[in-house]
């Protein structure tokens, strides 16, 4: 198991802020959360992802960002994806969400949730996703999005769909085991947003997967203004 943390972030943080000298994970999140930081936060999980999208993880918050928020929020996704970080057969990150905030992304290779070419659950892909969502039941004031991707075999069309019913199954699945269905948004990336060349079957296996990503809600961002966020 792998986690891999971005230090982009940090970097970006100090280029803008010079008169800031603390590199503390703390103290970046703390930045993070305050004044500019969701325009520092938008631009950092553009260049630390794969792609722009980056920028658009997680719903835009309506409520006002404290100065100390990013930093309450980064040490609770800190801890959560350190415990994702046992799953076996996923990969998990830290990244950033549009609002500046510290997010996870959990990543699931498709050969380990579907067969060739279906969209239907093995019972590999249920252990797996059992054990997230079991994970995943003290964080109930969190928003989690499901992009399902392919490689580039086979028609956009064909590939959009099979991708949109493996983001699909694997939601529908985390709602029957008792995730709020207002909490989970699927959508399917087709091979839109590679992660590896296509021109091998090594980089075609890494494309098709299913990333998940973990951001706060409204509500944990509350918490977390009015310091009873735990």
Do not use: W
């Amino acid at each position: 198991m792998k986690i891999a943390r971005t230090l982009l972030i940090g970097a970006i943080a100090l280029a803008i802020l010079p008169g800031c000298s603390t590199a503390s994970k703390t103290a970046n999140g703390t930045g993070i959360g305050a004044g500019a930081g969701a325009a520092l936060g938008a631009i950092a999980g553009a260049l630390i992802g794969h792609d722009a999208k980056g920028a658009a993880i997680g719903a835009a918050i309506g409520t006002a960002v404290g100065a100390g928020t990013g930093a309450v929020i980064g040490k609770k996704m800190d801890k959560k994806a350190e415990e994702l970080s046992k799953l076996e057969n996923a990969q998990v990150e830290t990244v950033t969400d549009q609002n500046g905030l510290e997010a996870i992304k959990v990543t699931f290779a498709s050969g380990i949730l579907f067969p060739t070419n279906g969209t239907t659950l093995s019972a590999t892909s249920k252990k797996e996703l059992s054990e997230f969502a079991s994970k995943m039941s003290d964080m109930t004031d969190t928003d989690i999005t499901i992009y399902g991707h392919t490689d580039n075999t086979g028609t956009l069309a064909v590939n959009e769909r099979i991708s949109a019913q493996r983001a699909s199954a694997v939601g529908d699945y985390l709602k029957s085991l008792g995730i709020a269905a207002n909490r989970i948004t699927t959508e399917g990336k087709a091979y839109n947003e590679p992660v590896a060349s296509n021109e091998t079957a090594e980089g075609r296996a890494q494309n098709r997967r299913v990333e998940v990503y973990i951001s706060a809600n409204e509500a944990m961002v509350q918490a977390a203004n009015n310091g009873t966020l735990k």
